[in-house]
């Protein structure tokens, strides 16, 4: 085995890696989903109303699309890479249950980019504006997809559903498709991320658009965007919300220590407040030391919330990470939860009976193929068994079995042991992963980080919903263009925008750890044997190359945005 | 009438990509990003890691012997 403290570097490096390309990539993907609408209402207008200043106004928004499109395309499969070269038992592992979203993702994917992307490019002028338009629709549609398929690999990564562990190829094997795309973490997940693709590309909008406003150009182009954009954006915030309220009790039944992370929660209880915002205490060590958890704390004006997000009861109750640790509670399915040590063990068991199962399984093919041998040598072993030696002479009391007699009998309890084996796998490999946790409190993620970034996601969220409000009705009252103060907010909130995105991504990657999938595989069993260095190297290839990539899309986008739609404003 | 359609399709392509401006540039870009990310990362830094094994049998011992050693 790896040593011990070459082998934490390893993952961390490992997950840094994974990180770094997966914030990269989610740079570009949010925009694709979000743009990709506004752009596409914008169009629709035009083919209601046949007046090309909408046309032009589209045109240019999907100028920005292609852009964004062009650098963020293929950034995704880094990913996969990563998968096969650093977490490659977790890839042989999950077998075709990864496999086949990703597939049929790549499959839409393809024929969407070689198709409906070229219409709509290509096709202003060569095609109707019905296909176009259709095209432009079909386009956004496809990408959505696309997210949707990764979603639903994502989603079975929280809340493993469908599946049957196959002990032989060491996989897990698609047992219900429909259970795994449609798992209701994974729905979930769809629809929250893609609307926070949609809060994304709404202010993306707005604040390129507010950015022409306070230099005083394109202000028709730029009004009439923003119309289109924050009543979007506003419906988005909306919908998020709600979402995320969905996630949060999903998070709730199915990752109870995620949530308590994103809470700071160590003792739970009936009737649990939400944190509004708060300090976490840094003194804090252990989950079972007198510290206090908090050295800051306010709590959501509405009491006993978290409850009531988490379970929609307002008495409900919700464990801290102490109580997960210790088990012992009634859970909302009526079963009692399991200690960590339990769970632990019932890991161990089922790892034990994956390698008697393997081992039985050697046997058995040893039994069939060297028969005769295995055959004499049980009889030798009968006779020898029976041999005495006396003062009269050696006597070997005849013994009671034939040779097939004895074969039958040491093939009879191989194979019973394969079977028991199974059967305590099956039994116990829900808990599979926790057979490779050595203390408890390895089973707590990063506290800090999913609670500070829960709290980053969440102020913004409310935040972007009010600055959607307002622009929404200072824009529907034509009182935009004098308000610099909101112009200014929209132009600085595109970084809060995606930096909300990211902050979700942390809260459901990191508030996951250990776990490369809940409950059955942690990252130190998912992880590739490599040297942490080589890791590290690739680690910073790849920040050299998103920063040089990023760069050229950063300049590409600035100097299409500084040219401007070059609509003739006076001639509509 | 085939062809025609054929030849249509093509030349959609062709001027589409005559005509672009910014989007050649962008070409370029996924270009070299593509040879890049396949001819130098995937080949020299991602290799696949069980793609040491020659068969889907050695590669299912080798990762049942990890899950199993490593849990103690
Ligand atoms: C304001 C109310 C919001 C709530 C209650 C909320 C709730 C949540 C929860 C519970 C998760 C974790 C899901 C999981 O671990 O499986 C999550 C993830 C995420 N959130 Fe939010 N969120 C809110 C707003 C936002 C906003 C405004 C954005 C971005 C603009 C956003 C973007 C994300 C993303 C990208 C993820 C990761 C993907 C996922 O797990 O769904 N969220 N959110």
Known sequence: MIAEIDNISLIDWSRAQFALTAFYHWLFVPLTLGLGI????METIYYKTGDEFWKKTAQFWMKLFGINFAIGVATGLILEFEFGTNWSNYSWFVGDIFGAPLAIEGVVAFFMEATFIAVMFFGWNKVSKGFHLTSTWLTIAGAT???????????????PTGMVFNPDTVRNEMGSFWAVAFSPVALNKFLHTVL????????????????????????????????????FGL??????????DGSASQVAKQQPMKLAAMEGLYEGGEGVNLVGAGILNPSKKEYNDNEEAFLFKIDVPIPKFLSYLAFGKFNAYVPGIKNIIEGGYTKPDGSIALSAEEKIARGKLAINALANYKTAKADSVLLEHKADSIKNALVLAAETENYTETSEGDTITAIAL?????????KAAVHAKIADSRQQLKENFAYFGYGYIKEPKELIPPLGLTFYAFRVMVILGGFLLLLFAFATYFS??????TKRWLQ?????????????????????????????IQDILPTSAAISKLSASSVQLTFFIFLVLFTVLLIAELKILTSAIKKGPQINENKN | MEKSV???????????FKGMTTGKTLWLIILVKLFIMFAVLKIFFFPSYLGKFDSADKKQNYVSNELIQRAK
Not at chain 1, 235 to 244: M, N, P, Q, Y
Not at chain 2, 6 to 15: D, T
């Open chain 1, 145 to 159: 997809i696309s997210a949707f398929w990764i979603l639903v690999a994502n989603g079975w990564m929280q809340y």
């Open chain 1, 38 to 41: 506004v752009q596409a209402v």
């Open chain 1, 235 to 244: 419906i988005a915030c909306f919908l998020s919300i709600w979402t995320g």
């Open chain 2, 6 to 16: 054929l030849k249509r399709i093509i030349s959609f392509y062709v001027e589409g």
């Open chain 1, 488 to 516: 200014w907010t929209c132009l600085i909130s595109i970084f809060l925008a995606i930096f909300a995105g990211q902050a979700g991504w942390v809260v459901a990657e990191v508030g996951r750890q250990p776990w490369a």
């Open chain 1, 402 to 410: 034939t040779g097939d007699e004895l074969f039958a009998e040491k």
């Open chain 1, 196 to 231: 926070s693709g949609w809060i994304i590309g709404a202010m993306f909008v707005a604040g390129i658009s507010s950015w022409y406003l306070l230099r005083k150009r394109e202000v028709k182009f730029a009004l009439a965007s923003i119309k289109v954009a924050v009543a």
């Open chain 1, 476 to 481: 529907y009252k034509n009182k935009f263009e």
